[in-house]
């Protein structure tokens, strides 16, 4: 089971086999770039793993981690996680395998950051009908593109809501 760690550093503890909750040795302690023990359940690698802190590597040797890439916390973070006293939670951006070109094959490819803003690029959907609830519209002004915010236009009454939406959508285009 070759998987590496690829978060800063992560902990795992065995268990009775009888009872998951119950501690069986020490905790072991495996740093960026580590390889994951035997012992640990396919239900925690897979969640790790899906959570982007482990990949799976055929040759672990074969993966560069990115080593001192610096955090960046995004706003809706807080400050200090339960799980990192330290206030230094880990970012995807962090979190991406970095295969040397000569090892690349064309099955791969870049994936664009997570901090590239989106919604600017977000397509434009086509607008509600007019005989469609005021709710409909409400949400419909909601998109990015369009600007307004929730609380504008539950303000509005329907008829103005409509003007505005139609005049925005037809700007946004």
């Known amino acids: 089971m070759p998987y590496i760690v690829l978060a800063s550093k992560l902990a795992f503890q065995k268990t009775r086999a009888d009872d998951p909750k119950v501690p069986d040795g020490p905790e072991v302690i495996v740093v960026k770039g580590g390889l994951v023990p035997d012992w640990v359940s396919t239900f925690q690698v897979s969640a790790l793993t899906s959570a982007g802190l482990l990949a799976w590597a055929n040759?672990?040797?074969?993966?560069?981690?990115?080593?001192?890439?610096?955090?960046?916390?995004?706003?809706?973070?807080?400050?200090i996680l339960p799980s990192d006293p330290a206030g230094v939670p880990p970012v995807v951006g962090d979190l991406i395998v970095d295969v040397p070109d000569d090892r690349r094959d064309e099955t791969m490819?870049?994936?664009?950051?997570?901090?590239?803003?989106?919604?600017?690029?977000?397509?434009?959907p086509e607008l509600p009908k007019a005989s469609d609830s005021?709710?409909?519209?409400?949400?419909?002004?909601?998109?990015?593109?369009i600007g307004l915010s929730l609380a504008e236009a539950e303000a509005m009454t329907k008829q103005n809501l409509m003007a505005e939406v139609k005049s925005r959508h037809a700007a946004a285009q």
């Not at 490819?109 to 434009?124: F, Q, R």
Request: proline share 20%.
């Open 59 to 79: 040759e672990p040797e074969a993966v560069v981690v990115p080593e001192g890439v610096p955090q960046v916390r995004l706003p809706e973070q807080p400050v």
């Open 109 to 124: 490819v870049d994936v664009p950051s997570v901090t590239e803003p989106t919604p600017a690029v977000a397509p434009l």
């Open 134 to 145: 005021k709710d409909v519209w409400e949400q419909f002004a909601t998109h990015p593109r």
